[in-house]
């Protein structure tokens, strides 16, 4: 039987939720040995991507991530805190290929994307 991404996912939440911190790099080894085993090793990117929506969805956070070009605009991250109200996890990336302007990501979702590039884009395709 082949077990799904989020199968592996969920599984692996729950034992490392019940685990004292100091096992949790032996559990983590047994965890990637039977995903081998089960040979779904070219699989694991998947599995780990399934693992933090898992996470982030128990754990009741939200992962935001802010695309900028040169300088994050001030109080933004407030802004975006206060509208997301709840616990965030805050990721910054410098992205100079924006050309001008910002992208929010939530929960890896684009949720805004006010840069340049997709206005360039838009006024291009038209």
Not at 54 to 62: A, N, T
Request: charged content about 25%; glycine content about 4%.
């Amino acid at each position: 039987m082949r077990y799904t991404p989020r199968h592996y996912a969920e599984a692996l939440y729950a034992v490392l939720k019940n685990t004292a911190p100091g096992a949790q790099p032996k559990i983590l080894k047994q965890f990637l040995g039977v995903v081998k085993k089960h040979n779904d090793w070219r699989r694991i990117h998947v599995i780990l991507h399934s693992f933090e929506k898992v996470y982030l969805e128990k754990e009741g956070l939200r992962a935001v991530t802010v695309d900028y070009v040169d300088v994050m605009p001030k109080g933004l991250k407030e802004a975006i805190a206060r509208q997301l109200n709840g616990k965030l996890i805050f990721e910054e990336r410098c992205c100079p290929d924006l050309y001008a302007g910002v992208r929010i990501f939530v929960n890896n979702e684009i949720l805004i994307d006010a840069s340049a590039r997709a206005y360039l884009k838009i006024l291009f395709r038209s």
